[in-house]
């Protein structure tokens, strides 16, 4: 188990990466480096370290260190779900579901890696099985904004206009503080889908 301080630094990395906010990513991480290196925790180190490299877009490096991060804590869900997107983001799809799932086996109730599950599946082409994600997600955190842009994308995928529609919305509700930024895309897409199903009628 992570400390709680390590814990919530992991989150507001999380949050700052996912809103592409990378001045916030690494001030995190860089509190996270010196609470590491203070409290001599090697796995939290190579952790940090890796969410260095990640910002910096050296996934092979970040994949190394996240390999060696998890020798010092095999149950750290957030490791296995960063070498997923590290996996991805080096053309390599073979395993990442397994990777996910792993994460998902140590940390059931972590909201990222059933997000982050659902994304890749919705990537690759099964959107059914990418909601199922996302609602898990949302039972989690039901006020995460980019969960529900990305359940809407889900779908639309199937075809699915109104609730693709309603998922939109519900995010706009939602957004505030660092999410602030993806108010004019969310409202892009709302009145893209507002036209398709105007169209349909």
């Given at each position: 188990?992570?400390?709680?301080?390590?814990?919530?630094?992991?989150?507001?990395?999380?949050?700052?990466?996912?809103?592409?906010?990378?001045?916030?990513?690494?001030?995190?991480?860089?509190?996270?480096?010196?609470?590491?290196?203070?409290?001599?925790?090697?796995?939290?180190?190579?952790?940090?370290?890796?969410?260095?490299a990640i910002v910096d877009g050296d996934f092979a490096g970040a994949l190394g260190l996240l390999e060696r991060a998890l020798a010092f804590n095999p149950l750290d869900?957030?490791?296995?779900?960063?070498?997923?997107?590290?996996?991805?983001?080096?053309?390599?799809?073979?395993?990442v579901l397994e990777m996910f799932d792993q994460g998902l086996a140590v940390e059931a109730d972590?909201?990222?890696?059933?997000?982050?599950?659902?994304?890749?599946?919705?990537?690759?082409?099964?959107?059914?099985?990418?909601?199922?994600?996302?609602?898990?997600?949302?039972?989690?955190?039901?006020?995460?904004?980019?969960?529900?842009?990305?359940?809407?994308n889900a779908y639309e995928e199937q075809g699915r206009i109104s609730e693709a529609l309603g998922a939109y919305r519900h995010a706009l509700v939602l957004v505030e503080g660092p999410a602030a930024g993806i108010r004019e895309q969310l409202l892009a897409e709302v009145a893209r889908l507002e036209f398709i199903e105007n169209r349909r009628e």
């Open positions: 188990m992570n400390h709680p301080d390590f814990t919530q630094l992991r989150r507001q990395i999380d949050v700052a990466i996912t809103w592409n906010d990378q001045a916030e990513a690494r001030r995190r991480i860089a509190e996270g480096l010196r609470l590491a290196q203070a409290r001599e925790c090697p796995g939290e180190l190579l952790y940090f370290r890796a969410q260095a869900g957030a490791a296995f779900n960063d070498i997923a997107l590290c996996m991805v983001e080096e053309g390599t799809l073979d395993g972590y909201a990222t890696i059933h997000h982050n599950k659902g994304w890749f599946l919705n990537k690759i082409g099964r959107p059914s099985e990418a909601l199922a994600c996302f609602e898990r997600a949302l039972a989690l955190e039901p006020r995460r904004v980019v969960t529900w842009e990305n359940m809407a």
